[in-house]
Structures are given as C-alpha cells and as structure tokens.
C-alpha cells in the first residue's frame, strides 16, 4: 500500500529547517506485516529530541530514514500469529521492542534488549528486514521500529502496548516516550524516596515529566534549573519549589545554599554536557545522579574520580526510564485518568505532517514542551 511519510534523506542540514527542508513529505510503499507485526493507522506522533538528534546528525542513522517513535494509533491490519492484538484497538509505540528472549530481557529490562538496540541502530525492523520502500529508494530504513511520522505504519507487536480508547490520539502519543522515560527515570533508576530533595536540569518533555514524577514520588523539594527561564512557570505548574538559571556561573553555589549541601537525586534531561556537569555539581556528597540525555556520542563526561569513593556518589544512566512498557504506561495512563498526571498540561501545540520541519525548529529553539503530528482521521 502506499502511505504519505517525512522522508529524511540527509543528516546535518542547516537550520533553520523551515528552510533547508531536511525532512521532505513523499508518498512511499509500505508492505504488509509480517510474523508478529501489525498495520498501525497512525492518529498522533511527538517531535522528540531523539527524532532532532538524527536530523541532526548527533545520532547517526542510516539514510534514508522515516523517523518518529513517539507514535500511537489504531490497528488495521494483523500478521500472521498474532494473538494478542486485535483490529481495531488502540496502541501506542514504544522505541525499544523487546525479543523476550535475550538476557536483559529475562532479566526483566526490556529497555536494554540486545536483539530491539541492534535492530534500531540498523534501522531494520525486530524481525529483520525493511517494510518501507520507494520507486528512487529500494530500502527506506525504520526509525526505532516505528517510523511514525507516516499515515500508516508496520510495526512489531514487541513495540506496541495497548492503551485506552477514550483518551485523544495527541494525549496517549506522548506516553510512548516522554512519560516513560521522564518519570520512570525518578521512579524506577533512581527509585527517588518520599522526603527527599530532588534537583532536574533540563525543562523540555522528558525533563518536566521527571517533575512531575518527583511531586509522585512525593519528593520534599523539587528544584527545576534550564537556561531558558520562559519554562518556570510551568515548571512550578507541575511540582516545581524552587527555579534557578542552570547557565548561570554561580548556579551550583546557589543550589547548595538553597539547598544544604546540595540534592538527594540529580536529573540530567537536557542531553548536553554542561548540563551533566551541573546536575553531578549539585548532587549532595551520598547522592545520586541520573542521566536521561543522549548527547553525541564523541562528547565526554569528566569528573574528579576521588569524589565518587570518597562521598560515596553514584551516576545512574536511565534509557525509556528503566520501563517495562506493559505494566507502567496502563499504570501511568491510569494516574493521568485520576488527574495525578497532567501531562495534558505538556502538550504545547498539535501540528500537521506539512508543517514537520518548521516544528522541529520550534523543539531545537526550546520553544515548546511538546509539539505532535495529528494525522487525519
């Protein structure tokens, strides 16, 4: 069948994107699924820093490449053995598909799959191989298993979870990654206590998700740092006590009286490296640093290597927030559904697949929270 899709061909475009066009709305093939796949109606998919850094070229991909992986929709179409999924139900994606069979994934860490991170870095499907295609391109690569940014799309089941109808296609999108990863980074990595002192640099998705699940986690302060100061006032929307200019010389020194000493947990958000220096520069001496960014792999950490034997200091990496997406989207779904969540609150703008480039100019400049392609209906 054919479907209309963002098509990124090239990595490393100039900006701005309204310009240079680096993403191009072509109508490609897609082929029917196959063993454990189905055909997804796409109704909403998020622009996500993780679709920026590819555009980018941060995050190498091979090209050519229809990206978006915060994606939800309704089934169409099934392959063959699938059991667990029928027509007509609401799915949405998760970037990681997890086998089930290798040893993370026994372990009960489906966001370290060894089978679902090599396919995603060939750009291929779980089940290997391409399902999108065009009359110039042979093989059009898949972004994170997904390539939501489409009408349609092929998907494995390992990289669906179903989700409840009732709520709106651009609300439950936004679950498939920036939910997950923010709050599950609070939740799950650093398993944050009630009580404790909670510091998260970075206010974009992620990072304003990892507030609110700090407020969930019942944490006693909630510190919010950026160096875009238009962000605080939804980060005190959603939980935050305290602001502070993250770019600012003197930032850790004003945390640390703010706070004495300096933080329990740390959240780095924002995928940059002076971000991270901020967030281990303010975690108290026993506390723990998390990192959710993925910044360009040449680009390097340093610390004083002393400080973390001799405070007793821990740095934790976070990928999709340590999810099992089966148990904790339905039980993050459900906090929204009781208004614990307000993630609606997020949701800075709904955009069409025509105005795709311009919208990743708006996620670069750090204009918006979270900005989501709704298809038509």
Known sequence: MQTKAALLTEMG??????????????????????KNEVLIKIGATGLCHSDLSVINGSRPRPMPMVLGHEATGEVVQLGKDVEDFDVGDHVVCTFIPSCGKCLPCKEGRPALCERGAKSNEQGEMLGGG???SSAEEDTIHHHLGVSGFSEYAVVSTHSIVKVDKSIPFEMVAI????????????????????????????????????????????????????????KFDLAKSLGATAVFNSGDDDVASAVKKYVQGGVDYAFETAGVVPAMDVAYAITKRGGVTTTTGLPDPSHQFSLPQVTLAAEERTIKGSYV?????????????????????????????????????????RLDRGEAARLVVKMPT
Do not use: W
Not at 13 to 32: D, F, G, N, R, W
């Open 130 to 132: 391409y399902r999108l």
């Open 175 to 230: 679950f498939g990654c920036a939910v997950i990863t923010g709050i599950g980074a609070v939740v799950n990595t650093a398993q944050v206590q009630a009580g404790s002192t909670v510091a998260v640099v970075g206010l974009g998705g992620i990072g304003l998700n990892a507030i609110m699940g700090a407020k969930l986690a019942g944490a006693s302060e909630i510190i919010a740092l950026d160096i875009n100061e238009d």
């Open 321 to 361: 927030g340590s999810c099992v997406p089966e148990r904790d989207i339905p039980h993050f779904i459900t906090l929204y559904n009781q208004k614990r969540l307000p993630v609606d609150t997020l949701l800075t703008d709904v955009i069409t697949l025509d105005d795709i480039n311009e919208g990743f100019d």
């Open 13 to 34: 475009k100039e900006k701005p994107y309204a310009q240079s066009q680096p993403l191009s709305i072509k109508t490609v093939e897609l082929a029917e699924p196959q």
